[in-house]
């Protein structure tokens, strides 16, 4: 089933394995933790991605979580919270890539004049990471979730969503929200009402959520 963007009012965007490859960019992240710190230099290419992503759960790399279990197994890694935080998203705003198309893509989106933004889970790098890809002002506008002040999946993020494409609540079924984590981003938008397009990389949706509107491989499949 196709989906075309402007049969829709507003349309949001995810940011990380949506428009920009995050997972590329975290597989070079993993080896570059065995140049860096002595403690993983003991570690192949395979075991270093296996353990680095076994810690990063549903695409999503939970700061807190990942440093205790590190410590855990790597007493020797002395990093703050504060220092690891820095270190992880200052590395994945150098490391990462646009998806191929991705730039055009919202260009097409401007020329037809599609009221759309981007709206992601982080801080101040996120914008460094979208400067970084070249897709710098391809945007009506970016809500980053750190500095919002709530992130996703809560229903504050996606009211501010609408908000900020111009819209009420009571034309939230106009409006479409395109993202890759199922408890980010299809579950809070589905919380207050938006049409929602999952994208796959080749996953199964989980079997215990409400599914999508939409399933697609990646954003190639959207129509303009």
């Known amino acids: 089933m196709s989906i075309k963007l402007s049969e829709f009012k507003g349309i949001a965007f995810d940011l990380d394995d949506t428009l920009i490859d995050r997972k590329k960019a975290f597989d070079k992240l ?3 933790f065995t140049n860096d710190f002595k403690c993983f230099s003991e570690l192949s290419k395979e075991e270093a991605l296996d353990y680095f992503w076994s810690l990063n759960s549903n695409n999503d790399f939970d700061i807190d979580f990942v440093l205790k279990e590190i410590k855990k197994k790597y007493p020797d890694f ?3 919270y504060q220092e690891f935080y820095d270190y992880y998203y ?3 705003s150098e490391l990462v890539e646009p998806y191929e198309g991705a730039s055009e893509f919202l260009d097409r989106c401007i020329e037809k004049k599609l ?3 981007i709206v992601t889970n982080g801080s101040h790098y996120q914008y460094e990471k979208i400067k970084k890809t070249g897709l ?3 945007y009506n506008f970016v809500i980053a979730s750190e500095i919002f002040g709530h992130s996703k999946p809560k229903k504050e993020i996606f009211i501010e969503t609408v908000r900020q494409l111009n819209l009420t609540l009571k034309e939230v079924e106009n409006v479409v929200f395109i993202g890759d984590n199922p408890y ?3 579950i809070g938008a589905q919380s207050i009402g938006m049409i929602t397009v999952w994208i796959s990389m080749g996953r199964e949706y989980p079997k215990n959520l409400k599914p999508p509107d939409y399933i697609i491989k990646n954003f190639k499949e959207l129509e303009i």
């Open 115 to 117: 009221n759309f933004g």
């Open 136 to 138: 710098e002002n391809k």
């Open 184 to 186: 980010t981003d299809i």
């Open 30 to 32: 993993c080896l570059r």
């Open 78 to 80: 002395t990093l703050s």
């Open 90 to 92: 200052k590395n994945m």
